[in-house]
Each structure stands twice: as structure tokens, then as C-alpha cells.
């Protein structure tokens, strides 16, 4: 009897020391830091990258269609710690970049799209969220 | 015996008074599932949602048949209940007369109304006269468009004037393709060697999703051209400035562009009116008035231009367009200079 609740209660420390371990130090969880462009308006940030065309050149998250394979892959823009190679990776920088790459960067194979501050700043903000964006949509429809 | 009976049979039919209720309730929330659908959503390939003439009666046929089949479908399976429901009998309550007329004699009559119904349909979507021809060739995942009797040659992309009737003569450039504007009439084969023919019509001004409709290998998915219907006097304008070759280059910017194309090996496959004679893929002389990239691939804007010329093969996997390396400066000024013919 004794025999049968000390064996279980070690297989109940084992067990869950692994899973607190797992959980703890080896799952998966957002690392990067909180970059966030506060007016920027996520869904209209979404439509943008579809009508300038980001999506012929970059993979972007929870854009299906945005799957060109020219410029990086902007999935994790947000945790990388330079832009273009050449500005602190900075909301300000990111908004500044959308708007005139070629000014920044001359040698850049990125296109001047005329794009106006309030698009800039609406796409860098959906940029930024990356994969969250889903998550973020769905925490919206509960609240509404 | 006697007892056990009465009890059996109170008990089945709570039984089906609920399993008939959870049914009824999930039937009306699919049918308000699929109304919500079909009011919310935009069905540019909707043939419910005619435009033209042909379009038109097919639409037609398909609600007569929608119609006449719903009854059928609700008076068997209506038989079928009563069949599980009633009780077991020695001989049969309707006899064999019945059988045969349901069974046999009223389908058949069915039938034969409705292929009355569709040569009737087929008969009216032939056309004799018509206003415009209009040449299609299908090519591996992108249609070539000609108007021969103006000399113009388009790609993807087909401009038609509102209320005249179009000849289509459709013909293939390697293996069967088949050419449906799904709101303004029915498909037609696109044969190698051997033209056919379709008649269309659109009643109102607007842009029509085409597709290829017959599997062609590889991207046939992504094998598609727009539809364009102007205003009479719009097209005329259209026609006009397209047959005119585009005018060479002023800027500095756009002539590197047009430099830029006759070198990097664009001019070998891309035919621009009296710049570059290539004829294995799309002409360009009015690529930057379009409204798609790739055959309906992408919608054309400055950025998936760009995207498109440096890698087409990322966004349309297979097609005969291969990844350029351009120096970033000639690409910007390639895309300017296409970008500046419309």
C-alpha cells in the first residue's frame, strides 16, 4: 500500500517537473520586444500591404497571398534589430522607411510606393504584430 | 403481449419527435447559414448573378432545374419517411402501378422536359451577327488577345463595348485550355489547331472575372484575365489609344528603363509595339493600364510590378517567366518605364 502511493507520488513529481520545465523554459513564447505604433489601424494596415504590393516582393503574416521571395521575410520584423540593414529597428525608423526607402538607402531595390504617413504608419503597426495579428482580431470580435 | 405493445410504441415516437426536432432546427440554421453567405459575400463568379444575354438563360435553366429537382428531392424523401415509419404490412399498400408511374414514368417525363428546356437554351445562346471579333489564344497560363480588323494585341485582359454582341474565336497555343466569363455566358473549349467559337454579350459596364476553365497542368489555378465592358464611346477612346505604339521615352529614368528591357533579356520574350519584337510571352505595350499581374495573379500596382519582375516564380510557381537579378537601380527604372505605358 505504502509501496504503491510513494511510487505514484514519484511518477506525479516526475511527470510534472517535465512539464513545468516544457512550459517554463522550452516552450515557445514571444521573445521580442513590444514595438507598437499606437494609431496605426491594423485591418486598414492589412488592405495597404495588398494594394501597394508589399505582398509581390515579402512574406507577411496572416496575409495568405503575400508570398514573393524578393525582399526579407517580414514575419518576425519585429524582433530583428536592424531595418534594411541600416536603421535601429525603431517605429519612427520603420515609418520613415515605408515611406521613402530609396531616400534612406539609395543602392535599395525597395520602390519608392508614394506611400502617405497614415498608410505608413497603419502598415508598420500591422508589421509589427505579425503572426499576433490573428490573436489580436479574434480577442476584438469577443469584445464587440 | 397486448401490454408490452402501446408502451413500445409511445416511447419510438418521443424518440422521433426529438431526433425530428434537432434536425428540424439544424435545417434552418443551414438554410440561414447559406442566405447570410449569399448575401454577405461578392461573387464576381456567380453565374446567379447574370450580366449578358447568354448568361442570362443559362441562369434561368439553372433555377427551372433547381426548382423542379427541389420538389423531387422533397417528395421521395418525404416517401422514404413514410416508408421507415409506417408499419410493416404483408403486401404492398400502393401496388406495382405505383412504382412503375413514380419510379420510372414521371422521371423519364422529367427528363425529357429537361433537355427540352437546355437545346431550347442552347439554341438561344448562338448568336449570328455581331458587332466586334475578338481573337483569344490560350498560351501556357495566359491568354493572348488580338482585335484583328483594329490591329491591336492585348494580353489577359479583354475590352469589350456595353450592348454589342463580341465574337470570340478562341484557339490554343499548346494543350486544351477552356474560356468562361462565368457572368456573361457559358464555356468554350480553346482547341490547338482548330478555332471554335463563342458569342457574348455584356448588358452593363463593369469588370468581369474570366478563368481558364479546363485543367491545363501546372498553374492552371492562377490562369485567369478580367473582362472589361466600357461605355460605347469609352471603348472607342480605349481602341484608339491602344492601336497607337506608345511614344518613346523623354525622362532620363523611363529611357534607362527602356534600356534596361532591351538588355536584360525582357525584349526576347515581351513584345512593346515598335520597341521589342518577342513573341513567347505577354505583350506589354499597355502593361501599366492593367488591372492584374500574371494572368489575374496579383492586382497591378507599382510594388507587385516589381515583385513580379524580380521573382514571378514565388508568386506563380511554374510559369515561363524566370527570376531576374537586375541591379536594383535598373529595376526601379524598368518598373517606371513599364509603369508608363498605358
Known sequence: ?????FLLLIAILVIGGMTYYTLRFQWPR???????????????GRLMVLEFGC???????????ARGRVGPNLENIREQIY???????????????????REISPQTAMPDLHVSEQDARDIGAFLYMGSRYRMSQAADNATH | ???????KKTCHSKETGQRNQGLLSGFILLIATLLLVACSVERPHSILDPAGPAAGHIATLWWQMFWVYAVVFIVTLSLLTLALRSRRREGSPMG????????VAIPALI????????LQTMDNLQATAEDLNVKVISHHWWFEVQYPEQGVVDANEIHVPVGSMVRFELSAAGVIHSFWVPRLGGKRDMLPDYYTELYLQADEPGVYHGTCTEYCAGVHALMGFRLVAHEPEDFSRWLEQAADPPPPPVEPQLQRGQEVFMRSGCAGCHTIKDVAPGTLGPDLTLIGGRRTLGAGTLENSRGNLAGWIA????????NEMPMSYLEPGDLHALVDYLWSLQ
Open chain 1, 1 to 5: 500500500m505504502y509501496r504503491t502511493f
Open chain 1, 30 to 44: 514571444d521573445r521580442g520586444p513590444k514595438m507598437v505604433i499606437a494609431d496605426g489601424d491594423l485591418q486598414r
Open chain 1, 55 to 65: 505582398s509581390g516582393c515579402h512574406i507577411v503574416a496572416s496575409v495568405r497571398q
Open chain 1, 83 to 101: 531595418l534594411a540593414g541600416i536603421l535601429p529597428n525603431q517605429p519612427d525608423n520603420m515609418v520613415q522607411w515605408l515611406m521613402n526607402p
Open chain 2, 1 to 7: 403481449m397486448s401490454m408490452k405493445k402501446p408502451v
Open chain 2, 96 to 103: 406495382s402501378r405505383f412504382v412503375f408511374a413514380a419510379g
Open chain 2, 111 to 118: 427528363l425529357v422536359g429537361m433537355l427540352i428546356l437546355t
Open chain 2, 311 to 318: 521573382n514571378a516564380q514565388a508568386l506563380k510557381p511554374g
